[in-house]
RNA sequence: GGCCCCUUCGUCUAGCGGUUAGGACACCACGCUUUCAAUGUGGUAACAGGGGUUCGACUCCCCUAGGGGCUACCA
């Protein structure tokens, strides 16, 4: 085996204002493969096209990356011995590349316009053929480029593509594939703005990085040829490619923003855990070839690898991704969820915000609209109830509202299977007796089952009495169990409650309820 | 259109010449159960098609079909 040099890869997006999910796998693949050998993981940004210039569209990519765990070692707003590791600020280098590669006769200047090569492009697709620059400015005499020059007429340099060779690209995950220089167009490499293409870019930059291994998904591969060709114009060793498997909408086509979230921040606005999210990543496209299915980084870096990783694309299914983020809320410690529950109380309103800059976590919550104060052990509480059902942390405003605020409901809803409304109205007026003769301090779970449960047995169904008695308290189609709603609410509330059920079950029936509670 | 890549249950996939084609998600049924969730048990469900090679093909080769990507002074 050849000496092994140090492994550097790098995560190189350009900057669209949003960390895509697909970036994200690539970059997770990126950061194992560096990790798990020693190696350095490096972010560069690929802000080449002035026309898609976003402001502050780094720092999607900085939170992403660091939310999802994957820290790399030198980046632009990290640092590191390689800067700047963002590309609009290189343009000298790229300048100065591009100009020996027209000294050395492996690019020339090219002074068309965009309106000439459009023109070009449609004369030869009507003619059937494929669109190709037809070299028109590899035929200018040296003086009339050196006139043009001097005008300052506007220009690009092209790469002189050779004729009739074939190319070899040895991709890590494809193997063997080859292309014939025929089919390659003479790629632009600096544009008239004077900034260099991602063909350009990404040769010098990965280049004098100093990486290793190329991982970018496969979108890149049929350009993969021409930047061999550039390492060779370069006199330069080429990395190892990998080109991934692509991410798919699930119908089939790359994934993008139109279809659906594609944006990292989205799912983090969704409450998606990084834990779950990065196992779900991890498989997509990757697998151990053994059953297990869950894996935490520690796990990947010590399994993962590139000879494992699969040529087909995967559809980005999110059932799974929510089976994995159940799975994973599931094993957080209630302390901690808890926590990470807090901003998204806060965001439905169940909770006021406290400012961001308090570093000291508040002791009391209170509750908009309402004198009411609560303390974080309450909200534990409730988390603890919601904890198995959650499938993503937002839920959590919806689930659990009418632990906060008196909810309106459908007096229907407190009708179990086909009882008449006077049993359920006697039913909850029995309650009511048993939960009034409680005192507030043995207000608990244990304890109103052991009341209330001899009473609900009494009957043919038990749902009869506990149905009503959660729906009650609830106002919900589906809720955690009325005793444990119960402990939380505390006495007053719960009678409260119910009272307000009873109430709603003496009004007389409007018309439209009865008619759909139907009587097929 | 041209070039390239890909193809096992609906989805993610195991399989690397001989398997009752395995697992997970989803779905369905049953159990538990006041609802939902969780959980337990069981189930439905796949080798795109056609040729070869071979004693034997999901597995190797070829063709076809289907899907995808690229074909910009975008990445």
Request: proline content about 6%; charged content about 30%; glycine content about 4%.
């Amino acid at each position: 085996m050849a000496l092994a040099l140090p492994i550097r890869t790098r995560f190189a997006p350009s900057p669209t204002g949003y960390l895509h999910i697909g970036g994200l796998r690539t970059a997770l693949y990126s950061y194992l493969l560096a990790k798990q050998n020693n190696g350095q993981f490096i972010l560069r940004l690929e802000d080449t096209d002035l026309k898609r210039q976003v402001e502050d569209a780094a720092e999607a990519i900085y939170s992403g990356l660091k939310w999802a765990g994957l820290n790399y070692d030198e980046g632009p707003d990290v640092g590191g011995s390689f800067e700047p590791y963002i590309q609009s600020q290189r343009l000298e280098i790229y300048r100065e590349r591009a100009d020996k590669l027209v000294k050395n006769g492996n690019a020339y200047y090219c002074f068309c316009d965009e309106t000439t090569l459009e023109q070009m492009r449609q004369e030869q697709i009507a003619k059937k053929q494929a669109p190709k620059y037809d070299r028109r400015c590899l035929k200018l005499s040296k003086d009339e480029i050196q006139t043009r020059l001097k005008n300052n007429e506007p220009h690009t340099i092209r790469m002189k593509i050779p004729d009739n060779r074939v190319i070899e690209v040895n991709d890590l995950v494809r193997g063997k594939v080859t292309y014939n220089t025929n089919e390659l167009d003479d790629q632009v490499l600096l544009k008239s703005d004077g900034y260099p293409t991602y063909h350009l870019a990404v040769v010098v930059d990965d280049h004098l990085m100093e990486i290793s291994h190329v991982t970018r998904t496969e979108e890149w591969l049929p350009s993969t040829p021409k930047h061999i060709l550039l390492y060779e114009y370069f006199g330069w060793t080429p990395p190892q490619w990998a080109h991934l498997p692509l991410l798919l909408n699930p119908d089939k086509s790359k994934m993008s923003k139109r279809k659906g979230d594609v944006a990292v921040e989205d799912y983090i606005k969704k409450g998606y855990l990084p834990e779950a999210m990065i196992n779900f990543l991890a498989f997509l496209g990757w697998n151990p070839g053994s059953e297990k299915e869950i894996y935490s980084m520690e796990e990947l870096l010590k399994d993962f690898s590139l000879e494992k990783v699969h040529k087909a694309g995967a559809i980005f299914n999110i059932e799974k991704l929510n089976w994995y983020n159940q799975y994973y809320i599931k094993q957080v410690p209630l302390e901690e969820l808890a926590k990470l529950c807090i901003p998204y109380m806060q965001g439905s309103g169940l909770i006021e915000k406290f400012p961001i800059s308090n570093f000291q976590f508040p002791n009391k919550f209170q509750i908009p609209n309402s004198k009411k104060e609560v303390d974080f052990d309450w909200l534990k509480k409730i988390v603890a109830l919601e904890q198995e059902r959650m499938k993503y942390l937002s839920e959590i405003g919806e689930s659990t509202k009418f632990f906060f605020h008196t909810t309106e409901y459908d007096k229907n809803l407190l009708i179990w299977k086909d009882s008449p409304e006077e049993e359920i109205k006697n039913v909850l007026q029995k309650l009511l007796e048993i939960l009034e003769k409680i005192s507030q301090d043995s207000f608990t779970k244990e304890k109103l089952q052991e009341l209330i449960m001899p009473e609900a047995e009494k009957f043919e169904n038990r749902g009869l009495m506990l149905w009503p008695f959660r729906a009650a308290l609830s106002g919900q189609k589906a809720s955690p169990g009325p005793f444990e709603i119960a402990e939380i609410l505390g006495k007053e509330e719960t009678i409260e409650k119910v009272k307000k059920a009873i109430e709603k079950l003496q009004i007389s029936p409007n018309p439209s309820s009865y008619q759909v509670r139907g009587r097929l």
